[in-house]
């Protein structure tokens, strides 16, 4: 096993999981915590996980990235609505080598950070996973775990395989993919339906699929993010819709990962999900008229939930 | 003044409303009522109203259209979802002349009643009117009046003017109308938008109107059944929208129909008002998109909550 030191940054459900297995199986790994740093730091990180669970103590725990040591991988893990900080987050992390790969939902993050850091080899990931925190430094993995990953540029192309051994190792699935543009539409295919309709209905993924109605709007959001896709220049490969209802139907019952944060009072990825997909559409020509509706009732219940707890 | 017999079928909001000014400005007034028909029977049926409030007592009450006499104006203000039962409870109310005016929201309900009752002369009113039932035979009017009027037929053209001058006897204002099509749609511009996402989004039209997200929904939903209308004939004068939002931006904050029914646990009317013209567009060759995403989710909300009831 080659020697890489990794760090992550966000130790929440999808940070602690994987962070957690890679420390497990024999990696370096620097953790970034906010909330539960000093919870860590004294107890270490609790993973209970369907594929066994695990408890690592001590924990390489941090509080600022310029206490950390300089990396070979860097796993973003954190919310989008975090990562206007990453250009200062960053810098502290990394060599000339460094990988950066980019743990999230959404589209065009890497092309935004590349905008800021442009020397920084960067990879896209998504997780198909549930996982989540349910207490201080402690994580629920309740389901599934593969990582998709693709290289955002051909720096990146050649760290790539290093990550993915170091991840196989670690008992973790991965796919790997040539196209990050691609790699990112096809999340969303899943994640703008269901993301926003369990907030906009408050329903579970399940009510959402098996009810007629709620299922007619999945796949016309479906729909027309393929639609957009293409424009875009991603093809989505025929059937992948159906292929996506099919695996939802098998599903538990599931809060998708913005469920969760409106349901905690966190700000939700809008303009990661929704805004800059409609945005890219726009410019190719393409109006995403339902999602730009999806989009419009999460934002507007984001601002009276904001606007109604400072009334209390 | 005339002498003319007048049934009011639902006394809710609007049929006591109407019914109560016709009756105080000496109009003869039978009333059909369901679950009030006791109280107002013993104490008569009281109008809390920025025009003036009022009492009537004793009130010609009904609990069943077979007891009620033939009447020469039956006006129509139950909820569009009871009109399946109209074909039923309207004949013993009608002689050769009877003049049936439907005081409804949403489109088409002219179109059923007369495939059900051929020979009968029908209008199509629509209330411009903030008043509903806050008690048993307890009316509160709060704001506006008008009525708008429309013949459904030329055999309802002659009638009409009959109508208009008690109604204005009574201090109503109102509009006569040459175009019922045409009236239903106009209606259709404010009540699509802001009915359905005072629902989906548990939220005033005031609301609604000044939050920049939801007033991109409600502008687009407006142009959506602006377009709509003018591809089934109906051609909504330019300016329309902006008037529109003028005049809810100058309301009170304001729970429409279907906001009240949803809370109050009523089925809402989301067939007449959504999908009769969501069918019409459709007919036509317009696909009503946006509208048709607020009907599924005012369908899933309306199938959860009725599910979720079962389940207590």
């Given at each position: 096993?080659a ?11 999808i ?5 957690g ?10 953790f ?83 905008a ?27 389901a ?45 295919v899943?994640?703008i ?16 699929t ?102 209390c």
């Amino acid at each position: 096993m080659a020697n890489r030191r990794y760090a992550i940054l966000g130790t929440g459900g999808i940070g602690g999981y994987y962070g957690g297995r890679l420390a497990q199986s024999g990696q370096e790994v620097h953790f970034l915590l906010r909330s539960d740093y000093e919870t860590v730091k004294k107890d270490g990180l609790r993973v209970d996980s369907v594929g066994g669970d695990f408890h690592l103590f001590p924990v390489h725990a941090y509080a600022d990235t310029r206490d950390m040591p300089v990396c070979d991988i860097v796993l973003v893990c954190m919310k989008t609505t975090g990562n206007d900080r990453l250009g200062e987050m960053l810098p502290p992390l990394l060599h000339k080598k460094s990988l950066v790969v980019l743990i999230q939902n959404g589209l065009d993050m890497e092309q935004e950070l590349s905008a800021a850091l442009p020397s920084v080899a960067l990879a896209a990931a998504t997780a198909f996973i549930c996982t989540f925190k349910v207490g201080p430094g402690h994580i629920h993995h309740a389901a599934y775990g593969d990582l998709s990953l693709a290289p955002f540029q051909t720096d990146a192309t050649a760290l790539l395989p290093g990550l993915v051994e170091d991840l196989r190792q670690a008992g973790i699935g991965v796919h790997l993919e040539m196209d990050a543009h691609l790699l990112r539409w096809k999340k969303l295919v899943w994640n703008i339906p269901y993301n926003g309709l369990t907030v906009a209905l408050n329903a579970t993924t399940a009510e959402l699929t098996f009810q007629p109605d709620s299922r007619r709007l999945v796949i016309g959001l479906m729909q027309e993010v393929v639609a957009a896709a293409a424009c875009c220049g991603a093809d989505i490969p025929a059937g992948f819709i159906d292929h996506m209802i099919d695996l939802t139907e098998k599903m538990t019952p599931y809060a998708p990962s913005m469920k969760l944060d409106y349901d905690a009072g966190r700000p939700m990825e809008i303009r990661t999900m929704y805004l800059n997909p409609i945005e890219e559409a726009r410019r190719a020509g393409f109006e995403m008229t339902q999602v730009q509706m999806l989009a419009d009732l999460l934002l507007f219940k984001q601002e009276q939930r904001l606007k109604r707890k400072i009334d209390c």
